[in-house]
DNA sequence: AGTGAAAAAGCATGCCC
DNA sequence: GGGCATGCTTTTTCACT
């Protein structure tokens, strides 16, 4: 599918506030509300937007911690296994696998240093972990607005 | 500010789908339209709520690559101006400033691998910046819903 | 804090260019 | 693909418990 600049343009909007609403869009791209309607709808359609969500401030929930795990494991390990164990954990943030060494990467977010260290734990009591190492998050920027308009 | 379960309960559904009607979270929370939009004022009001975002297909729009770049740097240079650095570039999706080895780490998202080359010599170019080491990720995970409700 | 109802704003649809 | 006019839904506000 192809995306035209003002398809760029009404993403980035949308990106920077997804309650913005059509009138608003509209006025900003120069178009009509059933013009941008119509984009969204087919932008929403073909996948482009997967879902709209909510920015939480994890620190005001209690989740004051941020940290990045980095998993070794034995060539034999299911790496599918990995990531399903990871994922069940509600302080994952996400998992990616990668090329080359280290086998995985996990972002999680934790209330404290000692849960922190009981959910290393829990990642390498279940699975042929060969090694870890983890980063603990001093201070994080996050692109919350903005994306290139295009690749 | 204290939450209680449904203020909780009203997060992990905005979290699902940030779009869902006022009187649909209200049935599911067995509450008034108003009393639900009181809620999610207030939660706005007191920043746990931090904005609203749309969620896109990267891949889709031609940012087929992701990666993380560790970096390190000698002890005298700002890490501030790092992060002004990495933040400046579109293609950067989040910096995390780290306590220990390595210094930080900085999540990309590139149209290929020539274009990641590219960023990370731009990084490494413009500071003073001992040691790089990029992992690039063969598949991603990550929690776009439910968040655990108490800490 | 919660409720219910009325007013205002925004959205969805059909039909036109 | 874009615009306009219409009825319908959602949000917002307010008086009251």
Redesign the interface.
Known sequence: ?E?DGTDHEI?AL??????RTLSDIASRVSLSVAAVKRRIDRLQE????????????HA????GI?A?TELRFSGTTNVAEI?QTT?AM???????????D?DA?VWLRV?DLAHLQDRIDEIRRSHRVTGTKT??????????????S??
Chains 1, 2 share one sequence.
Request: without cysteine.
């Open positions: 599918m995306l993403l949308l990106r920077e506030d997804a309650r073909t996948g482009v937007i997967l879902g709209y969500t909510v920015q939480v401030d005001k929930l209690g989740w941020e990045f990531v994922t509600p302080e994952t943030q996400a998992v990616f696998t990668i090329a080359g280290p990467l209330r980063l603990i998050v001093l201070d994080a920027w996050s692109r919350e607005r903005q994306w290139p295009a690749p």
